[in-house]
């Protein structure tokens, strides 16, 4: 019984592990889409959150029956919900990178970012990639060392997010409210990507040590 | 046992109801101090998100309680797995209303929303406390009228919404960028809101027919 509830577990797991590669995926290409004015890319990337959607509802449904069938006690039921929260994330994830692929619609065939912000939002998207990839890690191997890192390439992702708004509400700024509408929001979606896996860390560091990490602020 | 596990879990749902009515006085709360530039009800909101953030781990332990003691079967398992989903939700209503609040900080003791948005912001207050409580109202009596009207509701926020960004992006609109990045941050925290309140009325209507509804927008 108890082992085929850690099979069952294992294999919820590297769906998991296989969902942040799917949103690490999406990120990237709706940067490349972002950075290119490329319509296909963004359109790829909504399509691909579809994906996402359904990898998310096929999980959840075996999470459910891996409770129903296997009557899991209270450590293991923080895994299922934990897993559950998981699921939730990476979904939300998918949603954002597919927000940044609809403004790239949106604005076709211009750019929404400015030249001055381009490298930006370049390292932008590679730190949100990364923080997937490196979610889906710490899913997969439980260690610690790099939830700590997620929490750092976080606060690079703010340092970055704060550095976009020092460009954009700069008084000598040239650009219309339009511009200033679209770099507010995109970069909220790429803050709130970076939120997500921080999120996904947090939950598996409270698997592994009972503690919950109190940072001031990803929640969801 | 089965009697037991309905018992707790009703007690569950009326917690839930509460917290949408905290979530409802939030919102409500940081509307007033976004209109008023009024710094103390900025306040209240924020710490009112911690006592929100309480609510949700209370309730969340109930639920993994519930499911640890009474061995839920597969539909009961959609309730509990509902009831989670539904305190995330709520959580992040909450934090969305103080994100409102830290606006109101921020900007103090200027305001952030300029004279001629004021009627547009006073109305998303408002639709967003009466999607909150109505949400409150759906969890407590499944009724799915009230589902049907939260997607309404939604609907006339979206408009709001939009009608708030045609003032920003006309080109005759006089304000600097960080007006439009403030109200572009706003607008999405209230959209979001309101989107939060509609994902818990679809799980109900889910739990209900057995049945999702497929709209486009709202996903957490």
């Known amino acids: 019984m108890r082992q085929a509830f850690h099979e069952q577990l294992q294999d919820i797991s590297e769906h998991l592990v296989g969902m942040t590669a799917q949103v690490a995926d999406m990120i990237h290409t709706a940067t490349d889409a972002l950075l290119s004015q490329d319509i296909h890319l963004?359109?790829?990337?909504?399509?691909?959150?579809?994906?996402?959607?359904?990898s998310q509802e096929v999980v959840d449904e075996r999470i459910i029956e891996l409770v129903?069938?296997?009557a899991p006690v209270a450590g293991e039921?923080?895994?299922?919900?934990?897993a559950l929260r998981t699921t939730a994330n990476i979904e939300r994830m998918g949603d954002l990178a597919s927000h940044v692929a609809k403004v790239v619609r949106?604005?076709?065939?211009?750019?929404a970012v400015p030249d001055e912000l381009r490298t930006t939002f370049a390292a932008m998207g590679a730190a949100a990639e990364k923080m997937a990839t490196k979610a889906g890690e710490v899913i997969r191997s439980r260690d610690l060392d790099l939830v700590e890192e997620l929490q750092a390439d976080d606060d690079e992702m703010d340092r970055l997010h704060r550095s976009m708004f020092l460009v954009v509400l700069d008084h000598d700024w040239p650009r219309p409210a339009e511009t200033a509408v679209d770099l507010a929001l995109?970069?909220?979606?790429?803050?709130?990507?970076a939120d997500h896996a921080v999120l996904i860390a947090r939950h598996i560091h409270y698997l592994v040590t009972g503690e919950t990490e109190s940072h001031a602020e990803p929640q969801a």
């Open 68 to 70: 129903a069938t296997q």
């Open 42 to 54: 963004a359109d790829q990337t909504v399509a691909a959150d579809a994906e996402v959607d359904r």
């Open 106 to 111: 949106m604005r076709y065939p211009e750019s």
């Open 186 to 193: 995109l970069g909220r979606y790429y803050e709130r990507f």
């Open 77 to 82: 039921l923080r895994e299922v919900i934990s």
